[in-house]
Nanobody, 118 residues
Framework: VQLVESGGGLVQAGGSLRLSCAAS????????MGWYRQAPGKQRELVAG???????NYADSVKGRFTISRDNAKNTVHLQMNSLKPEDTAVYYC?????????????WGQGTQVTVSS
């Protein structure tokens, strides 16, 4: 099983980016999918998560600006990021709890850099 991310880049403050993550491999089902980020010198933090049933939670710092969505049929999760701020600069990681066979495992993507210039 692997998670492949795309969509990072450099954007000016106030701009938008859309991150995508696709899961592939021997997948029975996917429970929670989400996005984390890690800025230099800081701990990795949850940005947004979405369950298989569609329940969503966001970090307070991104509420009203970011939108997470998923396509269960395609095993993908997306993060639409609007009104970006320089403090959103970080490496963004896709995360998924995936059931393969009988067990659930946590998988991470390789990370994609998001840089917001002021």
């Amino acid at each position: 099983v692997q998670l492949v991310e795309s969509g990072g880049g450099l954007v000016q403050a106030g701009g938008s980016l859309r991150l995508s993550c696709a899961a592939s491999g021997s997948i029975s089902s996917i429970n929670t999918m989400g996005w984390y980020r890690q800025a230099p010198g800081k701990q990795r933090e949850l940005v947004a998560g979405i369950t298989s049933g569609g329940s969503i939670n966001y970090a307070d710092s991104v509420k009203g600006r970011f939108t997470i969505s998923r396509d269960n049929a395609k095993n993908t999760v997306h993060l639409q990021m609007n009104s970006l701020k320089p403090e959103d600069t970080a490496v963004y990681y896709c995360n998924a709890r995936i059931v393969t066979g009988l067990w659930e495992y946590v998988y991470w993507g390789q990370g994609t850099q998001v840089t917001v210039s002021s």
